[in-house]
Each structure stands twice: as structure tokens, then as C-alpha cells.
């Protein structure tokens, strides 16, 4: 717990360094499907309308349109909301 807690901090601090705390807001709703996925939970079809928006959109917001590139501020911060998906993971495996 403690090493994901410190690797989901650092990512999204750096992150943030790379790209907007605007962009880093948004997409930190991409935990919601990282914790859906990974932990198994039972996904309605209303979870998978929203998964699909919240993935739909955390593409949207990684590619930089103005210069045809991925911004890497907000993989690392996808990244790091994965790494809380881990997290709740471990948390409801141990409680």
C-alpha cells in the first residue's frame, strides 16, 4: 500500500508538471474504470456506458490536437490512477 501510494503521488505529480491540473481532474476519473476492471467488480450496462465515456474521453484528452501528439502528463496521469485501482484493490482484499 504504502509503495503505491507513494508511485500514484509521484505520477501525478508529475503529471501535473507535463500537462494542465485541469487535464489531471478529468482524468483522474479513469480510476473509476481501473478499479472496476481490476478488482472484477460486477459491471451493469450502465457501468459499461460510463466506463466506455470515461475511457472515451481520457483518449481524447491525451492527444494533443495542436501538435498531433500524445501529452505524456496525462498517460503518467492515467498511470497513476491505475496504481489507485491496484490500491483499492489490495484495500478490499485486506479489510
Do not use: H, P, R
Not at 34 to 43: N, S, W
Not at 50 to 75: D, E, H, P, R, Y
Amino acid at each position: 500500500m504504502i509503495v503505491l501510494n507513494i508511485g500514484d503521488g509521484i505520477l501525478l505529480n508529475l503529471g501535473i508538471k507535463l500537462s494542465s491540473a485541469v487535464s489531471m481532474s478529468l482524468i483522474s476519473n479513469f480510476e473509476i474504470v481501473a478499479t472496476a476492471v481490476i478488482c472484477g467488480e460486477k459491471i451493469t450496462k450502465k457501468l459499461w456506458l460510463g466506463i466506455s465515456v470515461i475511457v472515451i474521453a481520457s483518449m481524447v484528452l491525451s492527444f494533443n490536437f495542436s501538435s498531433l501528439k500524445i501529452s505524456w502528463g496525462i498517460i503518467l496521469g492515467l498511470l497513476a490512477t491505475i496504481l489507485w485501482g491496484f490500491e483499492n484493490n489490495v484495500t478490499k482484499n485486506y479489510q
